[in-house]
């Protein structure tokens, strides 16, 4: 199979894995609804009715584009690092902090927010990475762990440093206008935070394809010993790796930020890096796919609220959509190696054979 079928075929597993979600919710909506033809309407249609609604989809994707991003970089060189939630969040109080405190010029005062929101991101993934490579501690227990860590201390800073307390919340005091990303269609809250979203695609795309690091990440990904052996300093491009993709995790954090939001209001972790964890799986951890990923779940999510405002149907419907795709997705993973290590088996008993 050359590389082309094989990609189309990923493409087909996932495509398939939806189908099989879609299928359950369907039957789901069905069995506990009194209106199912209007919530399957609400949900499917819905979100195409009007110009604002699709502007939600928009709005929706922009964030789980960088952390889709994130979780690709992240499981490309072959760890399960999970701490864009928290890079996502504490990234957005690195750069409320610096839009808050510093007195600066405009423009330079958003590209120093971007900034350090992209290297508080950049921090808290790398942590995870530095104690898998220097003490071979679990990256999946120390990044989950990490992302509450991360929670409560930018709570803290907000509370404590950055609070308004004109507001009878835990809300930072409002960003300068000048800090806030130009709205792109009118009617919408579609900002210029998608387009730096796409260029990122861009840039992570070419990494992958035309650098050496980028070839460096996914070779230690997919065979570590022998990218060791190649000569290749494996803890080195681990830890870069892990740098760059909490930063992906860390400028979303920011866009989302000044793009629909004029103060910092969050007071939990927003969930993005969850669902970017389904976003990078879908996408085969391609990072040309993510954009389309992205859109089809906003697209769901946006289509389950909906739902669940115009019918009886709760929009939790949508959480089993994401439970069935990873269980799907996860299932052909473990399929895949089985496969792999059938082939193994039946080469090495032919090379017996004929010799």
């Given at each position: 199979?050359?590389?082309?079928?094989?990609?189309?075929?990923?493409?087909?597993?996932?495509?398939?894995?939806?189908?099989?979600?879609?299928?359950?919710?369907?039957?789901?909506?069905?069995?506990?609804?009194?209106?199912?033809?209007?919530?399957?309407?609400?949900?499917?249609?819905?979100?195409?009715?009007?110009?604002?609604?699709?502007?939600?989809?928009?709005?929706?994707?922009?964030?789980?584009?960088?952390?889709?991003?994130?979780?690709?970089?992240?499981?490309?060189?072959?760890?399960?690092?999970?701490?864009?939630?928290?890079?996502?969040?504490?990234?957005?109080?690195?750069?409320?902090?610096?839009?808050?405190?510093?007195?600066?010029?405009?423009?330079?005062?958003?590209?120093?927010?971007?900034?350090?929101?992209?290297?508080?991101?950049?921090?808290?993934?790398?942590?995870?990475?530095?104690?898998?490579?220097?003490?071979?501690?679990?990256?999946?227990?120390?990044?989950?762990?990490l992302n509450y860590v991360l929670l409560y201390l930018g709570l803290y800073i907000v509370v404590n440093y950055?609070?308004?307390?004109?507001?009878?919340?835990?809300?930072?005091?409002?960003?300068?206008?000048?800090?806030?990303?130009?709205?792109?269609?009118?009617?919408?809250?579609?900002?210029?935070?998608?387009?730096?979203?796409?260029?990122?695609?861009?840039?992570?795309?070419?990494?992958?394809?035309?650098?050496?690091?980028?070839?460096?990440?996914?070779?230690?990904?997919?065979?570590?010993?022998?990218?060791?052996?190649?000569?290749?300093?494996?803890?080195?491009?681990?830890?870069?790796?892990?740098?760059?993709?909490?930063?992906?995790?860390?400028?979303?954090?920011?866009?989302?930020?000044?793009?629909?939001?004029?103060?910092?209001?969050?007071?939990?972790?927003?969930?993005?890096?969850?669902?970017?964890?389904?976003?990078?799986?879908?996408?085969?951890?391609?990072?040309?796919?993510?954009?389309?990923?992205?859109?089809?779940?906003?697209?769901?999510?946006?289509?389950?609220?909906?739902?669940?405002?115009?019918?009886?149907?709760?929009?939790?419907?949508?959480?089993?959509?994401?439970?069935?795709?990873?269980?799907?997705?996860?299932?052909?993973?473990?399929?895949?190696?089985?496969?792999?290590?059938?082939?193994?088996?039946?080469?090495?008993?032919?090379?017996?054979?004929?010799?």
């Amino acid at each position: 199979m050359d590389n082309k079928s094989r990609i189309r075929f990923e493409i087909l597993k996932s495509v398939l894995a939806i189908g099989i979600a879609l299928l359950i919710v369907f039957l789901t909506i069905l069995l506990i609804s009194e209106q199912p033809w209007q919530a399957l309407y609400s949900m499917f249609i819905g979100p195409f009715t009007s110009m604002r609604r699709f502007g939600n989809i928009i709005e929706s994707m922009t964030p789980l584009i960088f952390t889709g991003l994130s979780v690709t970089m992240l499981y490309r060189v072959g760890l399960f690092n999970l701490s864009m939630e928290g890079g996502f969040f504490i990234a957005s109080v690195a750069a409320t902090a610096s839009a808050v405190l510093l007195d600066l010029p405009p423009g330079l005062n958003l590209l120093a927010a971007l900034f350090f929101g992209a290297l508080a991101g950049g921090i808290s993934s790398l942590i995870p990475g530095m104690l898998k490579v220097k003490c071979n501690a679990s990256e999946l227990v120390t990044s989950l762990m990490l992302n509450y860590v991360l929670l409560y201390l930018g709570l803290y800073i907000v509370v404590n440093y950055l609070r308004d307390s004109s507001m009878n919340a835990n809300y930072s005091n409002a960003f300068p206008e000048n800090m806030l990303l130009p709205r792109l269609v009118p009617g919408t809250r579609i900002n210029a935070g998608t387009l730096i979203a796409l260029l990122a695609v861009v840039v992570v795309y070419v990494l992958f394809h035309y650098t050496a690091l980028g070839y460096k990440i996914t070779l230690i990904g997919k065979n570590a010993r022998l990218a060791k052996m190649a000569g290749i300093n494996v803890g080195c491009v681990i830890i870069i790796s892990q740098l760059i993709g909490g930063a992906l995790a860390g400028i979303g954090g920011s866009v989302e930020l000044f793009g629909m939001y004029k103060r910092f209001q969050y007071t939990g972790l927003p969930g993005f890096g969850w669902d970017g964890v389904l976003v990078a799986t879908v996408a085969q951890f391609k990072p040309e796919l993510i954009p389309l990923s992205a859109f089809l779940l906003a697209y769901l999510l946006v289509g389950a609220n909906i739902m669940s405002m115009e019918t009886d149907v709760p929009s939790e419907i949508f959480s089993i959509i994401q439970a069935v795709v990873i269980v799907l997705i996860s299932a052909q993973a473990i399929l895949k190696k089985y496969q792999h290590r059938q082939v193994v088996k039946t080469a090495r008993r032919e090379v017996l054979h004929n010799g």
